[in-house]
């Protein structure tokens, strides 16, 4: 089945430093990827949708400089998260829809970020 | 916003079918229903979904009723790796977003 492989699991990060989150999709082409975040015990809210080769589109109240999305390759699409502060903890994660329609969506295994 | 409407919590025992329902008074004709769960500190894992008709795999069946109000998502017998939140999902096949509600809360009791 198709695979969506999130790096890293977990990261610690200092205040005002970047983190980078990678998306791949292992076995698949991704026309579109998915950013999600959690805050413990609430939904997944959506952040942005990724299509490769353009900007991506955020959601309402989500700053666009603050987590800057990339989509350089059908596999493969980034999430950073600049200048990092304490409230930008949170556990984020991707999903991706394959080429040709829906695939039922895959989902990656999530990365905690935690800023101290 | 989500469209569905679902328990906050359920309990079930182990070995028992777990019956989640999910209100969806306001589904269009072309929207399907989706169920995904998502255990503890892990991204969502899909489940099932459905036009109109019951749908079964080996994971669970999908109960739609006529009107298409509501479903009930079952797992025939479940087992305490059925500890999750599950969430109930209506969206276009083909649609390219997947906005998720609340969810229910599942605890599978010993």
């Known amino acids: 089945g198709a695979v969506v492989s999130q790096h890293?699991?977990?990261?610690?990060?200092?205040?005002?430093t970047s983190v980078k989150i990678e998306c791949r999709s292992l076995d698949f082409q991704a026309t579109t990827m998915f950013w999600y975040r959690?805050?413990?015990?609430?939904?997944?809210m959506l952040m942005a949708t990724s299509n490769e080769?353009?900007?991506?589109?955020?959601?309402?109240?989500?700053?666009?400089?603050?987590?800057l999305i990339n989509h350089a390759s059908l596999t493969l699409s980034t999430l950073t998260v600049t200048s990092?502060?304490?409230?930008?903890?949170?556990?984020?994660?991707c999903s991706a829809q394959g080429v040709g329609g829906?695939?039922?969506?895959?989902?990656?295994?999530?990365t905690r970020l935690t800023v101290v | 916003d989500a469209k569905t409407t679902q328990p906050p919590s359920m309990d079930c025992a182990e070995g028992r079918a777990a019956n989640l329902p999910c209100n969806h008074s306001t589904i269009s004709g072309n929207e399907y229903v989706y169920w995904y769960r998502q255990i503890h500190s892990q991204g969502?894992?899909?489940?099932?979904?459905?036009?109109?008709?019951?749908?079964?795999?080996?994971?669970a069946s999908l109960i739609i009723t006529e009107d298409r109000k509501s479903s009930t998502l079952i797992l025939p017998h479940a087992t305490l790796r059925d500890t999750a939140v599950y969430y109930c999902i209506v969206r276009v096949y083909g649609d390219d977003k997947i906005i998720f509600g609340k969810g229910t809360r599942l605890h599978i009791l010993p």
């Open chain 1, 53 to 67: 080769g353009s900007k991506a589109t955020y959601e309402q109240g989500v700053e666009k400089d603050k987590f």
């Open chain 1, 102 to 110: 829906d695939y039922g969506y895959t989902f990656g295994s999530g």
């Open chain 1, 8 to 16: 890293p699991s977990r990261v610690i990060c200092k205040s005002g």
């Open chain 2, 44 to 59: 969502p894992q899909y489940i099932i979904h459905g036009l109109k008709n019951n749908e079964t795999n080996e994971m």
């Open chain 1, 38 to 44: 959690q805050f413990p015990k609430k939904s997944l």
């Open chain 1, 84 to 93: 990092a502060h304490p409230e930008d903890s949170s556990f984020y994660i």
